[in-house]
């Protein structure tokens, strides 16, 4: 069996930025199990796969190196992007029907296409007594100024430094529950209006260089803040990337633009 295979960097101007998707296209669904050792063998953040059921309208799922996840963002985005740029170029706007419900894609100019995915709504969280000290340990940070939690936990920084200058240690795995990651964030810098990181060490994937998902989180957290609705962005892992963001009640409608680094096959 061969398989097309694209490896697309999304929230990216061009290649070598943002967060690298691999997006493989079905004609029908492959075992699960397949699929997931596809996802291994890949090694990125994300393999999205999707089988086109109408006009405009796919399913979609997505695995990292080592589980299937509920919501992907930025392997939500290079599948829009493959789909638009390469295979339907006719298409306006998609569907994408998810374990997190139906995703809305709609092409955007410059290819910077817009899509909307459910907010992820975040409480105060403090487990113990000392928590903040045990994630500034884990992430060798300054302590944060709150913790939250929602699919993830979110830790709040008093300064754009702190979040840039983290070790992202491998102790983070002991301070967060199994199903979640870590969002850090701060008020941003450098014309953003906040800037973040995301590790997420239970899933395979010590730091994720561009996250839509976790913005899911972020952006009605800061446009509430900062009293506006849209957003600039910035991920400030080692690759970086910009995000445009806007809080839109219970949906948040993230764009960018994506880059295309590879053309193959999956021989299996």
């Not at 060798?140 to 430094?161: D, T």
């Not at 800037?195 to 509430?224: K, M, N």
């Not at 970086?240 to 633009?257: V, Y």
């Amino acid at each position: 069996m061969t398989l097309k295979f694209w490896q697309v960097d999304a929230f990216a101007e061009k290649p070598f930025e943002g967060n690298p998707a691999a997006v493989v296209p079905l004609e029908v669904w492959l075992d699960t199990g397949l699929m997931q050792a596809i996802a291994g063998e890949n090694n990125l953040a994300e393999t999205a796969f999707f089988v086109r059921t109408a006009p405009g309208a796919y399913d979609l799922r997505w695995f990292t190196p080592t589980v299937e996840v509920d919501l992907c963002g930025h392997a939500t985005l290079a599948s829009a992007w493959t789909i638009f740029e390469l295979l339907e170029p006719a298409l306006q706007s998609i569907a994408f029907q998810t374990r997190s419900g139906t995703l809305k894609v709609e092409r955007g100019r410059d290819g910077r296409h817009v899509m909307s995915l459910p907010s992820n709504p975040i409480e105060p969280y403090r487990p113990v007594a000392d928590y903040a000290r045990q994630v500034a340990e884990a992430l060798g940070s300054a302590p944060p100024v709150e913790i939250l939690k929602g699919a993830n936990v979110v830790a709040v920084f008093a300064s754009p430094a702190d979040v840039r200058a983290m070790k992202g240690a491998g102790r983070i795995a002991d301070v967060i529950p199994a199903d979640t990651g870590l969002i850090a964030t701060a008020p941003g810098d450098a014309g953003y209006d906040f800037i973040s990181r995301f590790f997420a060490p239970h899933h395979g994937i010590p730091e994720d260089p561009v996250t839509g998902s976790a913005h899911c989180a972020l952006t009605p957290f800061w446009a509430a803040r900062l009293g506006r609705k849209t957003l600039k962005a910035r991920q400030v892992s080692p690759r970086g990337g910009d995000l445009t963001c806007t809080d839109d009640g219970a949906r948040t409608i993230l764009s960018g633009p994506c880059a295309l680094y590879m053309t193959a096959e999956i021989a299996i």
